[in-house]
């Protein structure tokens, strides 16, 4: 990245069995042949000590790196420094959580790793704060980074998206992404747990789009009602197809007339 066309980061929010890996890695190759295939091991932030989180580290990346000889480009993410290395052994690219963007010691590793690094902005960090986070990276020699939007808090429960903050976070010269589902959630907003407006996923990611974002970051789920996280903001698989064709379409469009507009603020 960046690359001529729009990239897809897609896939779970956490892996859910081997077997719903493989289902979603080719039904999603189907879509979009070149997709990065994402899905965490852990997720160490849910809201309630009694939630899924995921199959641990060491069998998660067993399950990553079946789907990785398989010949899918993988993302996940890291939350502690010890987990850097093994991850990378594995990974494409190794994301650092939003609510772990400050995290030095883990940001450094990450680099030193020699991945690609995807930093999720925080919700409570600002566009052009994000630029030192992804600077703590690139002190290690590694230049190799992508700034991912995901929304920024506005009150309890509730995030928005600032469409200004994705031109400010390209000015940096890093490829910037757009999570189009995260930035739909209502946090903590279903009491243990969070809810989401998946409505929105599509008008945002066509607004992030129009701006010129280098890709579009989204999970997905054949039953986003069963999913064991965040299904409340997850798009429907079966609609993953219209919704990566129409913004296609837009991104021609965009790189055609509006990209240099953007490029140049």
Known sequence: MPNESLDLIAGPCVIESEEHLYFLAESIESVSPDFVFKASFDKANRSSVHS?????????????????????????????????????????????????CRQTDLLLEAGRSGRVV???????????????????????????????????????NNLVVDMRGLVVMRSFGWPVIFDATHSVQLPGV????????????????????????????????????????????????????????RLQELDEVTRRHLRPVAESA
């Not at 060491?58 to 010949?71: I, N, S, T, W």
């Not at 480009?73 to 010890?82: A, Q, S």
């Not at 902005?121 to 990276?137: T, Y």
């Open 52 to 100: 899924y989180r995921g199959p641990g580290f060491a069998e998660g990346m067993r399950m990553l790196l079946q789907l990785k000889r398989r010949g899918y480009r993988i993302l996940t993410d890291v939350h502690e420094p010890w987990q850097v290395g093994p991850a990378a052994e594995v990974c494409d690219i190794l994301q650092i959580p939003a609510f772990l």
């Open 190 to 245: 279903a009491g243990e747990g969070s809810g989401g407006q998946p409505e929105f996923i599509e008008p945002l990611a066509r607004a992030a789009v129009a701006v010129g974002v280098d890709g579009i970051f989204v999970e997905v789920h054949e039953a986003p009602e069963r999913a064991l996280s965040d299904g409340a903001n997850a798009l429907p698989l079966d609609q993953l197809a219209g919704f990566w064709r």
């Open 118 to 156: 995807n930093i999720k902005k925080g919700q409570f960090v600002s566009p052009w704060d994000i630029r030192l986070a992804a600077e703590k990276v690139a002190s290690t020699g590694n230049n190799n980074i992508i700034l991912t939007e995901r929304g920024t808090s506005f009150g309890y």
